[in-house]
Every structure is written in C-alpha cells, then in structure tokens.
C-alpha cells in the first residue's frame, strides 16, 4: 500500500525514545513531518536526522511537528537522541505496522531485513499527505528544500 499526496496520512500510535505513546491523529492543528529513517547511527541517517535538527527553528516558525520513525526500539532510540542532541521525538516501529501502512517497508536492505525505507512525508493541518519523497537507495538523503517549501505553501 502506497500513501499519495491528496490522501489522508494513516492514523498511528507508536512509542517515543522516553516510552511514551504517540497518536498521530492527535497531532492535528498544525503541519507534521514524519521522516523515516533505516536505522539509528547509521551514517546516513545521523546526517539526515541531524539536519532536520538543524533546521528546527524553521520548522518551528511554520508550527510543524517534526517526528523521526524507525524500527530500532525505543531503547536504542533514546540512546541516539542522547547522542546526537536530538530534541524532536523519534518513533519506534518495531512491529513495522507503519512502514507497512506507509508503503516504506524495505524488505531487503544489504541483509537488514524489513526495515523503513528512507522516506519524508509533510502533513497539513488536518492530516492530509502534502508532499511525499521514498527514496530507494538508502545512500540518499531526502529533497530538504522541498520539505520546507511545501511546509510554506501550507501557509504555516
């Protein structure tokens, strides 16, 4: 199953780093970004993730809610928050129910079986999928710039 611009984003609960339940549908009122990611420190992803750190006080002024989703449990999560200074929430999909839901599921990632696929999803205020990028070689880092600028179409 594939998640298209125009259609509505699934609805989830998944826990943070601090072992505390999210609900996406409950995140509504302001834009969301979920920003999944293969795997915690690997080097791609700690770039990746580091940069939409970076980028948080631009997020910030457009209301949007940056969350960052693997597979990695919570436990792992938590340690690569700490690490890396990460102050937005990071997900885990352990169970791999939302990459599933998300058409992210990478069956075969040189040997590291069903993990997310990189992938960057920008959510309007009711939910709605607004910009969609699935990358499929993990090598790569996802489109930056049109992030931010589908967040500011959004009028944010």
């Known amino acids: 199953m594939s998640v298209d611009v125009g259609s509505h984003a699934p609805d989830f609960t998944l826990m943070n780093q601090d072992r505390q339940p999210i609900t996406l549908s409950q995140q509504r009122g ?29 997020f910030n002024r457009t209301k949007a809610q940056v969350y960052g989703i693997s597979v990695d449990t919570f436990f792992t999560l ?16 352990f169970n791999k129910e939302v990459i599933h839901a998300y058409g992210v599921f990478n069956p075969d990632m040189i040997g590291l079986k069903g993990i997310a696929k990189r992938a960057v999803f920008v959510l309007d205020k ?3 999928v607004r910009y969609r990028e699935v990358l499929d070689d993990a090598r790569n880092e996802p489109n930056y710039d049109a992030v931010h600028k589908s967040l500011a179409a959004l009028g944010a």
């Open 30 to 58: 302001a834009p969301v970004v979920l920003a999944f990611f293969p795997a915690a420190f690997s080097s791609v992803c700690t770039k990746e993730l580091c940069t939409f750190q970076d980028a948080l006080a631009q």
């Open 78 to 93: 938590k340690a690569f928050q700490d690490q890396q200074k990460l102050t937005f929430p990071l997900l885990s999909d």
């Open 126 to 128: 009711d939910g709605v």
